[in-house]
């Protein structure tokens, strides 16, 4: 990771679950990380806690679906650091909601967060990583299993549909930045079931047998694609917990 000591790291949704594991590994690897999300005094306590390790990581509040608050933000990266290098497009959300009876408003949640913002933010952040020169930077989807395969679970119909999206987004980014000449890496991570909120947070149960991933898992996962020479490119990562039979 030595390539990477002092650049600058963005990791969305970075208050709880996978995103906070992956803004706190990045910060203890030497990285300056900024963390976005909307609860800012949970980004808070990591900023406390890491600036006590002597590691820095900023919290900053941010909601990924107000373009205009994304904007903002990107304007302060640009601001206090000049630069940018890597971004984790992490922030999601889960939704129950069938697509035979399911809530059009649930099923909007779920593409404004998972998909629109992430290409938002994609688009946003290579304009500054261009305009400040950063031409080998890395950009890190966070994907799902089920972005590949259709899952059995009634009512995540459209969180599968966005993941299979962000499929599609990652391998077209990859190619449109070849297309233009850089070579800025792009790799979308896809977890299978992994301890976070999510699954509170949207209403589903996870049954206890159910082998589980940790967050940290998937951080560690982050730092070696991160450590993997220049030329090489990483594209998909597809993890499962030892054991499931998904
Ligand atoms: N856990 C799994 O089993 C699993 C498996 C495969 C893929 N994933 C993917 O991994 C990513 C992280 O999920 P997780 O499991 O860690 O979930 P989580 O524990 O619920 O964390 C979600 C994070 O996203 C942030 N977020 C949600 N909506 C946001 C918004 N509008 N603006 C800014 N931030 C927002 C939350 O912050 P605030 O609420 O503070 O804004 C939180 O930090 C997601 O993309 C998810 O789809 C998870």
Not at 57 to 66: E, I, S, Y
Not at 68 to 78: G, H, K, P
Not at 150 to 170: D, E, F, N, R
Not at 173 to 200: C, D, M, N, Q, W
Request: net charge positive.
């Amino acid at each position: 990771m030595d390539r990477w000591h002092d650049c600058i790291a963005l990791v969305t949704g970075s208050s709880a679950g996978i995103g906070k594991s992956i803004a706190i590994e990045l910060a203890r690897q030497g990285m300056i990380v900024i963390g976005w999300a909307r609860r800012l005094e949970n980004l808070k306590i990591i900023e406390n806690q890491l600036s006590s390790e002597g590691k820095i990581f900023v919290g900053r509040k941010c909601d990924v679906t107000q373009e205009t608050s994304v904007s903002n933000e990107i304007a302060w990266i640009e601001k206090t650091y000049g630069k940018l290098h890597v971004v984790v497009n992490n922030a999601g959300i889960g939704r129950v909601a069938s697509l035979t009876e399911g809530k059009t408003q649930l099923w909007q949640e779920v593409i404004d967060v998972n998909v629109i913002a992430a290409a938002v933010i994609s688009r946003e952040t290579l304009k500054l990583m261009r305009k400040c020169g950063i031409n080998d930077g890395h950009i890190f989807f966070l994907n799902s299993i089920v972005g590949h395969y259709i899952t059995p679970l009634i009512g995540a119909g459209m969180y599968c549909a966005s993941k299979h999206g962000i499929t599609c987004m990652a391998d077209m980014t990859r190619k449109e930045l070849i297309a233009s000449g850089f070579k800025t890496r792009v790799t979308s991570i896809s977890p299978s079931y992994t301890k976070s909120e999510i699954f509170e947070k949207s209403g589903r149960k996870v049954s206890a047998d159910e082998p589980m991933l940790e967050s940290q898992d998937i951080a560690n996962i982050v730092v070696w694609i991160l450590s993997t020479a220049p030329s090489v490119q990483i594209t998909e990562v597809i993890v499962r917990p030892t054991g499931s039979q998904f």
